[in-house]
């Protein structure tokens, strides 16, 4: 799970693996305690074979341009990810 406060939403975001479907998903919230919205999805875990985990919003992304990094099991490696907040 990763968390920190992003400029362009003047909120704070996370990201996490859900449980089920292993799918990486974004929340907001006004403050680091809540309340959290719903789950929005990013990268389904179909798009990306091997077993995804771990997302990390990248220090320096605070704007609508947001990166990540993402690992990869089958691959055991990390790789940077991209994605334009609404």
Do not use: C
Not at 20 to 38: L, M
Request: hydrophobic share 35%.
């Amino acid at each position: 799970m990763s968390a920190q406060y992003n400029q362009y939403l003047k909120q704070y975001l996370v990201l996490y693996t859900d449980g089920g479907s292993n799918d990486v998903v974004a929340r907001t919230a006004p403050t680091p305690q809540g309340p959290w919205s719903p789950e929005q999805p990013l990268v389904s875990s179909f798009q990306m074979p091997g077993g995804i985990y771990a997302p990390m919003i990248h220090p320096w992304s605070s704007g609508r341009d947001l990166y990540f990094n993402l690992s990869l099991w089958s691959a055991y490696d990390v790789m940077l990810m991209h994605t334009v907040l609404p």
